[in-house]
C-alpha cells in the first residue's frame, strides 16, 4: 500500500510539473512575441524593425528617404510581397533596403549598411530609417507579427 501510494505522489508530482512547464512556455512565447512595433534590433551589421505600414507606402518611403540622403539607388525590386532597394553611400558603401509584407498592415523592414558591423554604419542605417519612418508610418493599431 505504502508503495502504491508512494507512486501515486510521484505521478501527482510529476503532473503538477508538466502542467507548470506548459504554464512557463506559455508565458515565454507571449514575451518573445510581444515586440514593439517601431523597435528596431541590430543583428549582424543589420538594422531590423517592424513597421504598422503597408508594404507599397513602406517602399515609397523607402526610396524617398534613399533620395533625400543622397544614395543612389543601383537596383530595385519588389513584388507583392518583397522589396529590395540596393543603394551606395557617401563613402561607397554598399546599402540594402529589404521590405517585407508581414501582414496587409505591418512591413518588416531590414537595412544594412556597409559589410561590418561598426558604429558608424550602425548610425547610418538608423538615419535611413529615421527619414523612412514619418513617410510609412500609418497607425498604432496594427496586427502583431507571426
Known amino acids: 500500500m505504502k508503495t502504491f501510494r508512494a507512486a501515486l505522489l510521484i505521478g501527482l508530482a510529476l503532473a503538477a510539473l508538466g502542467s507548470l512547464q506548459g504554464c512557463f512556455l506559455a508565458v515565454l512565447a507571449g514575451a518573445a512575441g510581444g515586440t ?3 523597435t528596431a534590433k541590430y543583428m549582424h551589421n543589420t538594422l531590423q ?4 505600414s503597408p508594404l507599397d ?3 515609397d518611403a523607402a526610396n524617398a528617404a534613399l533620395m533625400e540622403l543622397k544614395m543612389p539607388v543601383t537596383a530595385s525590386k519588389k513584388d ?16 540594402i533596403v529589404e521590405l517585407l ?3 496587409d498592415r505591418v512591413t518588416r523592414i531590414r537595412v544594412t549598411v556597409g559589410t561590418f558591423d ?3 554604419n550602425r548610425v547610418s542605417a538608423q538615419q535611413i530609417y529615421d527619414k523612412m519612418k514619418p513617410l510609412s508610418d500609418s497607425s498604432s493599431t496594427a496586427e502583431k507579427p507571426v
Open 36 to 38: 514593439a512595433y517601431g
Open 80 to 95: 507583392e510581397a518583397y522589396g529590395k532597394l540596393e543603394a551606395r553611400n557617401a563613402q561607397g558603401q554598399p546599402v
Open 101 to 103: 509584407r508581414k501582414s
Open 57 to 59: 507606402k513602406t517602399w
Open 118 to 120: 561598426s558604429s558608424e
Open 49 to 52: 524593425v517592424y513597421q504598422a
